[in-house]
Each structure stands twice: as C-alpha cells, then as structure tokens.
C-alpha cells in the first residue's frame, strides 16, 4: 500500500507563491510518476503537471511559465513551486503516484488566491 501526504497550502493574494509538497511512503517502485491535480469548486479535478521519476516534466497551458514541479527521490517527496498565482488557481490540490500502473491519490490541501 502507497500512502501520500501533501502539504503547503494555503491562503495567498494574487500574484504570490506558494509551494505544494507531496510525500509518498509504503510499498513504493523505484519508478513512478507523480502528479498533480486541481479540483476548483464544481468542476471537474483537472492535470495540472506530472513529472517522471526521471525528471522528465509535463505542465498544463495554465501552469507553463508558472509552476515548477520537481522531485527528491530519496525522499520520495514531489514540490510544485507556484508563481504568479492567480484566482483561478484556487482549488484543492491533488497529488496522484502512478506506479507499475497503479494510481494512489493524497487527501488534497486546498489553496486559494485572494485578495
């Protein structure tokens, strides 16, 4: 079993930063993907970035230029660094692990960009 823990939400102005960290612990692969996932108020839970256990990156039209994902592997611990946030960032944030083509998703942190 893979449980994920995520942390660093909050409440932000817009324009601020803030980052997002998710920690994996169990029965975890030495590969896996790790994602990140927003769920705004009634709508749909959309892909923001993903970032493979190389290091490889993939970032939503919303996201580029904005946000940073990155990876510590010994820790097993995924960081999306968000820049320049805006009120349509506002949502609770997923983390999801792919591993030998299993997802396993955290509870979520809810982060809001308001003035």
């Known amino acids: 079993q893979v449980q994920l823990v995520e942390s660093g939400g909050g409440l932000v102005q817009p324009g601020g930063s803030l980052r997002l960290s998710c920690t994996a612990s169990g029965s975890i692969g030495a590969i896996y993907t790790m994602g990140w996932y927003r769920q705004a108020p009634g709508k749909q839970r959309e892909l923001v970035a993903t970032?493979?256990?190389?290091?490889?990156?993939y970032y939503s039209d919303s996201a580029k230029g904005r946000f940073t994902f990155s990876r510590d592997n010994a820790k097993n611990t995924g960081y999306l660094q968000m820049n320049s946030l805006r009120p349509e960032d506002t949502g609770v944030y997923y983390c999801?692990?792919?591993?030998?083509?299993?997802?396993?998703w955290g509870q979520g942190t809810q982060v809001t960009v308001s003035s």
């Open positions: 970032i493979t256990n190389v290091g490889t990156t």
């Open positions: 999801k692990l792919t591993s030998l083509r299993r997802d396993y």
